[in-house]
């Protein structure tokens, strides 16, 4: 797991920006703190920092370059099957002079070109470059669980895995309000888009293809395409073949020359990878997080039953409000651009405690995406099986919207989820899927953003960044909602987090449900195999049965949860001030001051109230000031 950044100059005035490379490379040097490289040729110009974990050498160490010096690249990932790939390269007569996946992947190109691509297991953003035909290769794996950005002008390209890189560039940045306005309502911004009109995302399962002045995006990977045909396949071999899937993405993942372990929150998806992970070590080191003054958020204990079923070496740390609010500034002056799911906050935490023990960490990210693990999944089904609950809580809804329903209480957060439930039944499968997507909707957003700044967001750019996300929802099953969440919320939200936060520790952090094969797996399942009126995750859970304590099948589901809204009254009430400085928000003029004013007295003097929506206004306003001072 690294960091890489780079340039492709079009031109003289391309080529000038160069300088900037040694910058762009140090902004990046917390992915990478082991080694640190650059390579400069007429037109292209490749940075790197290294964290190493496969062959510790010097002789692994990047920018890399073929025996003939032809070709140079550059890597931020993981090739899990590089071993196998390196015996058919062996049998085309190809000599090796390290150990490492990066020096596989670079002969891949050579003799198999993009094609290259298909053959990889893993996760990865790189980019070679060919100096004999002056072309340049930039890729991202096929979930995006790397991120990759780019920007393309006149006289040049640049590229590199955060925003800070490309942001010691030359390159125009122009705040893009349509992106703000998906901001407040998502808490994201949804690939291919950023903060910046001129910045992109490269989407997950593309590559661009460089050479001379002619710049080309292409798609190498669709899971669409790939789960056309539903399987036909028993609900007992379904849980049988899931199992030996998981099993054998655990055991890939396991290669590692640095210490490794592994997240446990005590849910079924964290639990499910300890208890196989711990078939190929004899002590996994596992590491959970908790809070010492909020019980309601706390799942250490689940945690630790999975640890002593397993005999794992088990730390929890235990948090108290204070941890928060000290690692707070930090992790906001270290985003890119604004992100707004308070739960990295936890994550941050979790990363620079583990990054004291190990290097390598496997996480359960993607199993919710893929099995229907949220509560918004359930609410689909139930709304479009519709019955007696939909009609009981359609004529209930007046009475419920009186009630407190913020997510700060057990109680408050049934009202919260009952009313959206409700209000969900009257829109299409399309809106009702983009609605339980925001934590803030479209009319709400407006009402709280001033005339000047609504009227600069282009409103048909947003309808088709909307459509983007919703196009995959028909109506049926529930695979459809499924399919959005891994190709939206998965990478642009989930995936982000946990790179953002991990690497920002110099941890890496695997993904083993989101190995291709064990999503391609899943996403062909029926529905019915995922959830029903009352399970979700049915097939997850019932594969794992016999491995788990009964005791998580007992337990009720917890996101992984901040408590936010002490602090916005105590700790953080001078920030809060800050943030929401009437002077502050008129020079902006991004909000309706009134609004502000009513938020401010809300956060102050209530507790009926989100703390995430609040949480979204001001992460956007830190960010502002920091990088629009």
């Not at 049998?91 to 670079?106: N, R, Y």
């Not at 539903?230 to 054998?248: F, G, H, T, V, W």
């Not at 499924?482 to 919320?489: F, K, R, T, V």
Request: glycine share 6%; net charge neutral; proline share 3%.
């Amino acid at each position: 797991m690294c960091g890489i950044t780079g340039l492709y100059a079009f031109n003289e005035i391309g080529r000038m920006q160069a300088i900037h490379l040694h910058k762009a490379n140090e902004s990046i040097a917390h992915r990478g703190p082991n080694a640190s490289g650059i390579y400069n040729s007429h037109f292209a110009h490749l940075g790197h920092r290294r964290l190493s974990i496969i062959d510790l050498s010097e002789g692994a160490n990047q920018p890399m370059h073929s025996t003939s010096k032809r070709y140079s690249i550059v890597f931020n990932g993981e090739i899990y099957n590089y071993k196998s790939i390196r015996q058919k390269l062996e049998l085309k007569g190809v000599q090796f002079t390290t150990t490492s996946d990066t020096e596989v992947l670079l002969e891949a190109y050579i003799h198999f070109g993009v094609k290259c691509l298909d053959m990889l297991h893993g996760f990865f953003a790189f980019a070679i470059y060919d100096n004999e035909n002056d072309s340049l290769l930039i890729a991202r794996d096929r979930l995006g669980i790397k991120p990759l950005l780019y920007a393309v002008d006149e006289d040049k390209v640049v590229f590199g895995s955060e925003m800070n890189a490309l942001r010691q560039f030359g390159i125009e940045k122009e705040i893009d309000p349509t992106s703000i306005y998906q901001l407040l309502q998502l808490t994201y911004i949804p690939t291919p888009d950023s903060i910046y009109k001129g910045i992109k995302k490269l989407p997950q399962g593309h590559y661009i293809f460089i050479k001379n002045k002619n710049v080309e995006i292409k798609q190498y990977y669709s899971i669409e395409e790939k789960i056309t045909t539903p399987l036909n396949i028993s609900y007992d071999a379904a849980q049988k073949e899931l199992l030996r899937l998981m099993d054998q993405s655990i055991q890939e993942r396991m290669v590692s020359d640095v210490p490794l372990g592994a997240f446990l929150s005590g849910g079924i998806d964290s639990s499910a990878v300890v208890a196989l992970a711990s078939k190929y070590t004899d002590q996994l080191q596992t590491f959970s997080i908790g809070y010492k003054d909020e019980p309601l958020f706390d799942e250490t204990y689940y945690a630790e039953l999975v640890a002593k079923k397993y005999k794992t070496q088990h730390t929890a740390f235990k948090l108290t409000q204070d941890d928060f609010y000290n690692h707070l500034f930090g992790m906001l002056d270290h985003y890119g651009e604004p992100f707004a799911d308070a739960s990295a906050l936890a994550v941050n935490i979790l990363c620079r405690e583990t990054k004291k023990n190990v290097t390598v960490a496997l996480s359960g990210d993607g199993a919710d995406e893929m099995f229907a693990g949220y509560n918004k999944h359930l609410g689909e089904w139930k709304s479009r099986q519709g019955g007696t609950l939909a009609t009981v809580i359609s004529s209930l809804l007046p009475i419920l919207k009186q009630l407190p329903n913020s997510r700060n209480s057990v109680l408050g957060n049934k009202v919260r989820q009952a009313i959206k439930f409700g209000d969900g039944l009257k829109l299409s499968p399309q809106e009702r899927y983009w609605f339980q997507c925001c934590w803030r909707d479209t009319p709400t957003t407006n009402s709280i953003l001033s005339d000047t700044f609504l009227n600069s967001v282009d409103q048909e750019a947003f309808l088709s960044r909307k459509n983007t996300i919703t196009q995959s929802i028909t109506g049926d099953g529930i695979n459809d909602v499924l399919l959005a969440d891994i190709q939206g919320l998965l990478v642009n939200d989930m995936l982000h987090k946990v790179d953002s936060m991990s690497m920002y520790h110099s941890l890496e952090v695997r993904v083993p449900f989101l190995d291709h094969n064990v999503v391609e797996f899943a996403m062909k399942l029926p529905a019915e195999y995922k959830i029903n009126g009352q399970m979700k995750k049915r097939i997850l859970q019932d594969s794992f049965r016999d491995l788990l304590p009964e005791e998580l099948y007992k337990r009720p589901k917890h996101g992984f949860e901040v408590p936010l809204m002490k602090g916005y009254k105590t700790a953080l009430r001078s920030w809060v001030n800050e943030m929401l400085d009437d002077d502050f928000v008129r020079e902006q003029n991004i909000f309706n001051p009134i609004y502000v004013q009513q938020l401010k007295n809300m956060i102050f003097n209530s507790s009926n109230y989100d703390q995430n929506q609040v949480w979204s206004i001001l992460v956007l306003q830190h960010w502002w000031k920091k990088y629009n001072p």
